[in-house]
């Protein structure tokens, strides 16, 4: 029409305008049991052009539960999210799961084919999947056994496929999500831990981000179980399979965004909700692990998903590269301890055995709470006596000299009160009577103080005066000798309260890595 103001066309992406509220898909659900699938309670809204949103955009769409009702969304969503994820160059995809497949089982069943060996000890839930979906399952889980030989170890694993294949029109989708996931190359944004020691590298992780993010929970844990980092190791347990289906999912929403991250942000706040639910006296005697198990199960009754999610995103000071710092640590330190990655199972015990534990200074069950609040890490290793006023007497110089080459270190102070006062040094640490006064030269570290009704955590004063720290000479690294190493209780019989200074033994001192 003639005097009409101009039309502005914009042209889109087929990608973008993909009608994300449609009710159905083709291949969408036939996986699943409707029957188990929970009702929605209320109509999905989820916008027409979400995938063009900026990835922040996504993520808190995601966290809200943007698509957290709608079953062909997530279907039509999660394979575009996963296209995204920057993984291997020679990736296996849909294709080549159709060619191993049909050379694996051809016209033979699946039950004729063993589930792969690295998946021996891990939960393999099923959640909403039919039969149908249960045999898909174990048949993508031994196509990946196949086409990921490197794999050894992930507990993660089969949960993610089983969750993923709700949402996969068939087979050979689901396994290219699963493909990419694993072979995901982005940098401190990993997704499935693959061996032992990347999992036990996580486990300690996890029980480092407890103790600073949750030292309250940390502390309840730490007081009623006999080893902590035990109790952590099933961590990844309390969300797959704890968690109740329409939670899991709502995990995976925000996961497949964010990456491993999330999965300690809701584990942390699943441990916050944990410490509010119960108390000590009702957690005195019996299985920690097994109650956190329970707990996750029937986390409905005590906070819904979209809260706990708020609380698990309303955690401060978290970001991705500290947890990669800390896992690397974790990881070095396992390695010092022998551990390889090519390991199959846990065959040794990480628990610091107490049993023979003697001091005047603390009771067992109060170095095992103590030894709790130290860097993963660093508790690996069983406590070693160095220096005791009762045997070593009073000299500051010999105390220097005891302690030389033993990093980190714990000091054990007993005030003639009862009163027990507990501080740990990091490398860096003064050396010499002339520089005792400056303190430490590093960030200051947590510190207890015991008195004889409990012990509360604190946390020491940071060095006043700078000049003081800038004088202090770096100490040397020095191999430990083996005479210095008897071990706490074993040769020394304290009577009366005393200082002590327990060190970590480590076989390989020089070049830890310290977030």
Same mark, same amino acid.
């Given at each position: ?12 992406s ?29 109509p ?5 052009d979400v ?5 922040r ?24 999210l ?77 949960a ?9 029109e ?58 902590v980092?035990e109790?952590?190791?099933?961590w ?23 990456g ?11 441990l ?24 996750a ?22 970001s ?15 390695? +010092? #301890? /022998? ?6 199972? @846990?065959s040794?015990?990480? =628990? $610091? ?5 003697? !001091? ?28 005791s006023?009762?045997?070593d ?6 105390f ?20 027990v006062?507990?501080s ?29 009704e409990?012990? +509360? #955590? /604190? ?6 005066k @700078?000049?003081?720290?800038? =004088? $202090?000479p770096?100490?040397?690294?020095? !191999? ?17 309260s005393?200082?002590?200074?327990l ?13």
């Open positions: 029409v003639l005097g009409s103001s101009p039309v502005t066309i914009v042209v889109t087929e990608a973008d305008t993909w009608d994300i509220d449609t009710s159905s898909c083709r291949g969408c659900g036939q996986f699943v049991d409707w029957d188990k699938m929970p009702e929605p309670r209320q999905a809204q989820i916008p027409r995938l063009s949103r900026p990835l955009e996504l993520k808190r769409l995601a966290r809200e539960g943007c698509w957290a009702w709608s079953h062909a969304g997530r279907a039509r969503l999660y394979p575009r996963i296209q995204q994820v920057s993984c291997r160059l020679v990736t296996p995809d849909a294709l080549a799961y159709r060619d191993v497949a049909g050379r694996l089982f051809g016209e033979l069943g699946v039950s004729s084919h063993p589930l792969p060996e690295f998946l021996e000890g891990c939960p393999m839930p099923t959640y909403c999947l039919s039969p149908h979906g249960v045999t898909a399952l174990k048949k993508i889980l031994i196509c990946v056994g196949a086409l990921f030989p490197d794999i050894t170890h992930s507990p993660l694993l089969p993610l496929a089983a969750l993923l294949l709700h949402y996969s068939d087979e050979a989708q689901c396994f290219e999500s699963v493909s990419r996931l694993i072979a995901s190359n982005a940098l401190h944004a990993g997704y499935i831990d693959q061996s032992f020691l990347a999992h036990q590298a996580s486990c300690m992780t996890f029980g480092d981000l407890a103790n600073k993010h949750c030292p309250a929970a940390h502390k309840l844990i730490a007081g009623a179980a006999e080893n980092l109790v952590y190791s099933e990844l347990s309390w969300l797959f399979p704890g968690l109740p289906f329409g939670y899991a999912v709502r995990v995976l929403d925000v996961f497949l965004l964010e491993q991250k999330v999965l300690y942000r809701i584990a942390l706040a699943l916050k909700q944990f410490r509010l639910s119960v108390t000590p006296a009702g957690l005195q005697g019996s299985d920690v692990k097994a109650e956190l198990q329970a707990f199960r029937n986390i409905a009754e005590h906070v819904t998903v979209d809260k706990l999610l708020e609380r698990a995103f309303g955690i401060r000071l978290f991705r590269k500290e947890i990669w710092l800390l896992q690397m640590a974790n990881r070095k330190a396992l390695v +010092e #301890r /022998g551990i390889t990655v090519v390991q199959r199972r @846990p040794f015990h990480l =628990a $610091v055995d107490m049993q023979n534990f003697s !001091s005047s200074t603390v009771t067992a069950q109060e170095m095992r709470l103590v030894w709790s609040w130290i860097p993963e890490r660093f508790s690996l290793f069983p406590p070693l006596l160095l220096f006023t009762c045997e007497g009073c000299s500051l110089q010999r220097y000299t005891c302690c030389e080459g033993y990093e980190p270190t714990v000091l054990l102070i007993k005030t003639t009160e009862g009163e006062s507990v740990q040094a990091a490398p860096g640490r003064a050396q010499g009577g002339t520089n005792c006064t400056s303190g430490r030269r590093d960030t200051p570290q947590p510190g207890c103080w015991g008195k004889q409990g012990w +509360e #955590r /604190g946390r020491e004063a940071p060095i006043k @700078p000049e003081l720290a800038k =004088a $202090v770096r100490s040397r690294q020095r !191999s430990p000798s083996p005479a210095a190493e008897p071990r706490l209780g074993s040769s020394r019989d304290s009577r009366s005393s200082p002590n200074l060190a970590v033994p480590s076989p390989q001192g020089r070049g830890r890595l310290s977030p």
